[in-house]
């Protein structure tokens, strides 16, 4: 572990942390869609993982702009939250009750990845990196659109998991 000196520093730290909850996702959202038995929550994980492999895309990017490399850091609360992910999708549960738990772990993440994002975005904006910035709303508005998407899907899929 190096040693922060400044914010500088953290910034890095932060980016690597959301690089390294990227990637797990990446390898996630296919089995959660697999596990979806609503059909526009299998879409909606779907989407999201491209838009996730874009976003693995956009950090290479602003690490190359700092002349670094994204790897060396393992986002623990991604595991934690894909872990729980991972359970749902072993439960022995009606399928809406499923769709409904798979719902709940998915906004977890989303709401772990605006702050995030929400985060490194200010530090870019003090530091500034204005590339950096515009780069990051573009992802932490997309995490927010897919938040409110799950939000939206929630809405019928609970209503079926409650008559289950």
């Known amino acids: 572990m190096t040693a922060m000196k400044n914010l500088h520093d953290l910034y890095v730290e932060q980016l690597k942390d959301l690089y390294s909850a990227e990637t797990q ?10 596990a ?6 299998q879409q ?3 989407k999201h993982l491209g838009q996730t492999q874009q976003q693995v895309q956009r950090l290479e990017s602003v690490f190359a702009d700092l002349g670094m490399a994204p790897g060396g850091h393992t986002c623990k609360a991604m595991q934690g939250l894909i872990a729980e992910g991972n359970e749902m999708i072993q439960e022995q549960a009606a399928p ?20 995030g994002y929400g985060t490194v975005a200010r530090y870019a904006e003090v530091l500034g990196q204005q590339g950096h910035l515009e780069v990051l709303r573009v992802t932490e508005n997309e995490e927010k659109a897919t938040d409110k998407e799950l939000t939206m899907l929630a809405d019928t899929i609970n209503q079926a998991a409650a008559r289950a």
């Open 96 to 115: 809406e009750v499923k769709d409904a738990g798979l719902i709940a772990c998915a906004q977890r993440v989303e709401h772990y990845e605006i702050a």
């Open 25 to 34: 996702l990446v390898e996630a959202l296919p089995k959660m869609a697999q």
């Open 44 to 46: 909606g994980f779907l």
């Open 36 to 41: 979806a038995s609503n059909p526009q929550l």
